[in-house]
């Protein structure tokens, strides 16, 4: 095994990684000034013990301790086995959020039974729709599957900030900066899933999903956007 990975898989150093990631997103969110909208109704669903399903783009996926108030309940985000998965899940779970691993070696039917438990417990599931691997932006039909399994309402989340750093990844990770501007949005898609939808129509789903989490995503980077122009000098 070559030293670089022998490092990389060390849980010491990963435990460092984690925490540092974790204490840099916590410093970012704490000392910039953020508008928060439409939250309210997803927030009543959890105060009420109703688990709902949270979903976002990956490329927004590092803000959802954020998106999602853990004071109020539980949430599980699912994230990859593999190392950057891994390490994403840790500084998640660090920011408030329990997570289950999704692995090329579980079937299917082993993580919708353990998704379906956790939700029956109280407990929300976020996803990121295009995540693990992209392409960005292009939806899977999870989300769909798992508001027809667990009859969860869907919410589709987003954050955006006057001044990010953006990652050499598929997706172009957003970190946010420190002392900045930002603001983080929350919108019920009301779309009605069948209990037995035909291909096409979870296809027609799975794009009227896509579609709401670029209208939000766009909407929330145009406000943050339009604050900027205002206040530039």
Same mark, same amino acid.
């Given at each position: 095994?070559?030293?670089?990975?022998?490092?990389?898989?060390?849980?010491?150093?990963?435990?460092?990684?984690?925490?540092?990631?974790?204490?840099?997103?916590?410093?970012?969110?704490?000392?910039?000034?953020?508008?928060?909208?439409?939250?309210?109704?997803?927030?009543?669903?959890?105060?009420?013990?109703?688990?709902?399903?949270?979903?976002?783009?990956?490329?927004?996926?590092?803000?959802?301790?954020? /998106?999602?108030?853990?004071?109020?309940?539980?949430?599980?985000?699912?994230?990859?086995?593999?190392?950057?998965?891994?390490?994403?899940?840790?500084?998640?779970?660090?920011?408030?959020?329990?997570?289950?691993?999704?692995?090329?070696?579980?079937?299917?039917?082993? /993580?919708?039974?353990? &998704?379906?438990?956790?939700?029956?417990?109280?407990?929300?599931?976020?996803?990121?729709?295009?995540?693990?691997?992209?392409?960005?932006?292009?939806?899977?039909?999870?989300?769909?599957?798992?508001?027809?399994?667990?009859?969860?309402? &869907?919410?589709? &989340?987003?954050?955006?900030?006057?001044?990010?750093?953006? /990652?050499?990844?598929?997706?172009?990770?957003?970190?946010?900066?420190?002392?900045?501007?930002?603001?983080?949005?929350?919108?019920?898609?009301?779309?009605?899933?069948?209990?037995?939808?035909?291909?096409?129509?979870?296809?027609?789903?799975?794009?009227? /999903?896509?579609?709401?989490?670029?209208?939000?995503?766009?909407?929330?980077?145009?406000?943050?956007?339009?604050?900027?122009?205002?206040?530039?000098?």
């Amino acid at each position: 095994m070559s030293l670089r990975k022998k490092i990389a898989d060390s849980p010491r150093v990963n435990r460092a990684v984690e925490a540092l990631l974790a204490s840099y997103v916590r410093f970012a969110y704490r000392t910039s000034r953020w508008d928060r909208r439409g939250f309210e109704e997803m927030d009543a669903c959890v105060v009420a013990g109703e688990p709902v399903i949270f979903v976002l783009w990956h490329q927004r996926l590092i803000m959802a301790p954020y /998106l999602f108030d853990t004071s109020l309940g539980r949430i599980c985000a699912l994230t990859s086995s593999a190392r950057a998965g891994r390490l994403a899940g840790q500084i998640l779970v660090r920011l408030g959020f329990e997570t289950i691993p999704m692995s090329s070696h579980k079937r299917h039917v082993a /993580l919708s039974r353990e &998704v379906l438990r956790r939700t029956k417990e109280g407990c929300s599931i976020g996803i990121a729709a295009d995540g693990p691997r992209g392409p960005a932006r292009i939806s899977s039909d999870v989300p769909i599957v798992w508001a027809r399994m667990t009859g969860c309402r &869907v919410f589709t &989340v987003a954050f955006s900030e006057k001044r990010v750093i953006k /990652l050499p990844t598929w997706d172009k990770q957003m970190l946010p900066m420190p002392f900045s501007r930002g603001t983080l949005m929350c919108q019920e898609w009301v779309n009605t899933v069948p209990r037995k939808p035909t291909a096409q129509q979870v296809e027609d789903l799975r794009k009227s /999903l896509e579609k709401s989490l670029d209208k939000i995503t766009d909407t929330a980077d145009s406000i943050t956007e339009e604050y900027a122009m205002k206040n530039r000098p």
